[in-house]
């Protein structure tokens, strides 16, 4: 197929685009920067621009939408305009372009409402519930996204759970940094179960929700390796791997929380340079169980888990997120 990748200079957007590229499609990508992806051709621009966007889907068989603003604060408004309106953008021009395939690559915390999720499959997205401004617009955007599929537009939504693996400046990078400075600490004593995903096994999931969409468009799935571990020991490994000490001091989850609500508070106010180090978001994320039944998106998709848990730790200590 002729596939087009938004925000395949991100992390897993360029796993995507390089997991297409080998399996032989046509890609091309749409982001501000290069994807330096080998084998795909840069369209360099933003998913906010409609006739750049209009320019990009025309002529391709499918869109896969990464392209997203990520973060734990920042002005509501660039949330709204990224994650909703690019994502309109995008499935306007696929109608108009004839497309006939949508992947919406989205997020759990669309179907989070701050409660332990135990076991569950891909509850609907919740704007409304969802936990910050990010998980609001992407749960609007995922609702916009399946709303639009028809019969001749197959929209299907793949929610990646935690991606990490070397050269991610998200997840591992941060952990690492703030466990590096001593500020990393463990809420109450850890032990809440959590899944993650390797990036290799997440961009192979979304790669099979392109090749499944005639037969699975109009759904979500939640996508993750399938090993729950407690959150103190997925920290510990990812820092390990980096060679920085584990966290141990502890903080309680309701003060923790209560913090996060402060600071996030002040940050609108006046927002900081970096991330803050804290929010309600990510002490519910820290205290709370969030591991998820992978039956029917592995029954569905045709796809299971190619890298361990602990086989990403070992890549992840020999990669660049983890020196």
């Not at 933003?46 to 734990?72: C, E, F, I, Q």
């Not at 992407?138 to 793949?158: N, S």
């Not at 979500?220 to 390796?225: C, D, F, G, K, Q």
């Amino acid at each position: 197929m002729r596939v087009l990748v938004t925000g395949a200079s991100g992390f897993l957007g360029r796993a995507v685009a390089a997991r297409l590229v080998a399996q032989g499609h046509r890609v091309s990508t749409l982001q501000r920067t290069s994807s330096t992806v080998r084998g795909a051709a840069d369209i360099l621009g933003t998913v906010t621009d409609g006739p750049v966007v209009a320019r990009a889907v025309a002529g391709h068989d499918a869109v896969v939408h990464l392209a997203a603003k990520v973060s734990l604060a920042g002005d509501p408004a660039d949330f709204e305009r990224v994650n909703v309106g690019g994502t309109r953008l995008l499935l306007d021009a696929a109608a108009a372009a004839g497309v006939g395939r949508f992947v919406q690559v989205s997020s759990p915390s669309v179907a989070h409402h701050g409660a332990s999720i135990v076991g569950e499959d891909a509850a609907p997205a919740d704007p409304a519930r969802a936990r910050g401004d990010y998980a609001r617009t992407k749960a609007a955007a995922e609702l916009l996204a399946l709303g639009r599929d028809a019969a001749d537009l197959h929209v299907v939504a793949v929610r990646p759970h935690l991606v990490w693996g070397p050269g991610d400046t998200q997840l591992v990078r941060r952990v690492v940094e703030r466990a590096r400075a001593g500020r990393l600490p463990l809420l109450g004593h850890g032990a809440a179960l959590i899944d993650s995903t390797y990036v290799d096994n997440a961009a192979g999931a979304v790669a099979a929700a392109l090749g499944a969409a005639d037969r699975v468009h109009g759904r979500a799935y939640v996508v993750t390796n399938g090993e729950p571990r407690p959150v103190a020991e997925l920290l510990a490994g990812i820092c390990r791997a980096a060679g920085v000490r584990p966290p141990a001091w502890r903080v309680p989850p309701a003060l923790a929380r209560a913090a996060g609500g402060a600071v996030e508070l002040a940050w609108r106010v006046r927002p900081g340079t970096d991330e803050p180090p804290m929010t309600r978001f990510l002490a519910e994320q820290l205290s709370t169980a969030h591991w998820f039944d992978q039956r029917r998106t592995r029954r569905d998709l045709g796809w299971s888990p190619e890298v361990s848990v602990d086989e990403g730790l070992a890549r992840l200590a020999g990669g660049p997120a983890g020196s």
